[in-house]
């Protein structure tokens, strides 16, 4: 068995220490559990991966090289190249063959149309009902009108998660991390072994599913993760299978462990939405990264990388769980980081990027369609109906950052003014040609051009675009 890691990827981003950190120690602790069941190990430090499989050659010969299909075009296009073997990908419940055959014919491919055919499939929260026939569980394939509550203000315990204790692999690995990264130090947190990302699954099942679904909108600044899985690393990394988590899941729900709505929100979330995520990547690429409609071209706020202190208390409050953890959940990417970056005119294959960099569960084939796509419209509608742009009312609504920040979500003019709210009717008043055929549009762009202080607006916004430039805001 031939593991190799490039230093070029390594050095090809600034990480987060706990990102590589991951992706390293659960190499190095599959190649010795390999070792334990008995295979032969090359595990290779190489210039590159090209390299590291050259050296591998010389040293045992031309065999025949099968590896299993990645999850990035470009590696695929350079497996394929080298003459490697490449055998079906199965960390999915939908290949991205099978995706493609679904959306062949089809005018729309929504989210919504595809989960309902993996729930069918796959024979997921579906009973047979009185006429022979098969019918989603309580009679509905969707329940999120019981989800989304603001957060709740009781200020009641989250659900804890067990740190795993850093061992040898996991010492060696953090003392060579190279001085580029940044964030802190990995403290447990991410499973680096199957048998860590078990326990993490049990934790979730018994402890945080049932919470799952009123509270996944909600956002506060002293929890990291409310009740949020933080089972996306493992299955990004192959140490969990989606089939399993989902088993597990409806189980919990049938055994009356947790209530249907949350079952049923977190099942969408990863057959549905992840599935459909990694379907629509493998259909656009290799198009689909240079998409770029809106003609974004801000770079990546300082307030973002950690460059600059920022006076925004939701982005301080997000940022800080991305420094802490390598990690924040999907509300707090979408309405917070992508928001801003979105009517901040963020280039998108930049912010791409640095989340790639800077989330544990990064990789190109869910950061693509998620932040191109989803949080920054680049791709003028291909994932999302319409651009998910919002101002501090949004925020103020679903998290607790407004009540000690020094701005005010209601003002768009001013020096108390909101960025967000700022830069939401700006960003309507500078893309209202290219927004003008979407429908869903067309109402909060009348409601930007009966705003009687519209050009007082745009001139706040200048300011505050200048100010995020230079990182002070
Ligand atoms: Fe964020 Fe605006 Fe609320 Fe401050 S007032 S926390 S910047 S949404």
């Known amino acids: 068995m031939l593991l190799v890691e490039s230093d070029a990827l390594i050095a090809s981003r600034t990480w987060h220490r706990q990102r590589l950190h991951l992706v390293l120690s659960a190499m190095m602790h599959f190649a010795d559990e390999l070792r334990a069941e008995g295979f032969e190990v090359d ?3 190489a210039r590159t991966l090209v390299q590291g499989l050259r050296d591998h050659r010389e040293d045992f010969g031309f065999g025949p090289v099968i590896a299993m299909e990645p999850t990035s075009w470009d590696a695929r296009l350079m497996l394929e190249r080298l003459g490697v073997e490449l ?6 419940l939908c290949h991205y063959d099978d995706f493609a055959g679904w959306a062949a014919d089809r005018k729309r491919l929504t989210m919504e149309d595809f989960y309902r055919w993996q729930r069918q499939r796959l024979g997921v929260l579906i009973d047979d009902d009185a006429r022979g026939g098969r019918e989603p569980v309580g009679g509905r394939w969707n329940f999120d009108h019981d989800n989304r509550e603001p957060p709740p203000r009781d200020g009641r ?9 850093l061992d ?3 010492r060696a690995v953090l003392d060579r991390l190279p001085a580029t990264t940044f964030g802190a130090d990995p403290d447990g947190t991410w499973p680096v072994t199957r048998a860590q990302a078990l326990i993490r699954l049990r934790e979730f099942i018994e402890s945080g599913l049932a919470l799952f679904g009123p509270h996944e909108d909600a956002m506060l600044a002293a929890e990291w993760k409310l009740a949020h899985s933080a089972l996306s690393s493992s299955m990004n990394i192959g140490l969990l299978h989606p089939g399993e988590i989902v088993q597990a899941a409806e189980l919990a729900y049938r055994r009356g462990v947790a209530p249907l709505n949350s079952v049923e929100g977190f099942i969408r979330q990863v057959i549905g939405w992840r599935e459909y995520v990694w379907g629509v990547y493998w259909l656009w690429m290799p198009h689909y990264r240079s998409a770029n409609v809106l003609g974004a071209t801000r770079p990546v706020p300082p307030a973002f990388t950690g460059v600059a202190d920022t006076e925004m208390a939701c982005v301080a409050s997000v940022i800080g769980h991305v420094h802490d953890h390598g990690y924040a959940h999907h509300i707090e990417r979408l309405m917070v980081l992508g928001n801003l970056a979105l009517t901040g005119g963020v280039d998108p294959a930049a912010m791409t990027d640095w989340m790639r960099a800077s989330f544990v569960d990064g990789a190109e084939w869910v950061m693509l369609p998620n932040v191109l796509g989803m ?4 791709d003028g509608g291909m994932m999302a109906t319409k651009p998910y742009a919002s101002g ?6 679903m998290s607790d950052s407004c009540r000690t920040c020094r701005f005010d979500p209601k003002q768009r003019v001013g020096p108390d ?3 967000f709210t700022t830069l939401y009717w700006d960003f309507l008043a500078r893309n209202a040609e290219a927004l003008a055929g979407n429908h869903r549009m067309a109402r909060p762009l009348a409601a930007m051009r009966a705003l009687s202080n519209l050009p007082a607006v745009r001139g706040r916004a200048v ?3 200048d100010r995020l430039d230079r990182g002070e805001l």
């Open 392 to 397: 501090g009312a949004y925020i103020n609504k």
């Open 157 to 165: 315990a989250w659900p804890a998660i067990e740190r795993f204790e």
């Open 375 to 378: 949080a920054l419209f680049a």
């Open 417 to 419: 003014a909101c960025p």
């Open 87 to 92: 055998v079906r990908n199965d960390q999915f």
């Open 463 to 465: 300011e505050i675009l």
């Open 43 to 45: 595990y290779r430090r």
């Open 168 to 170: 040898e692999i996991d």
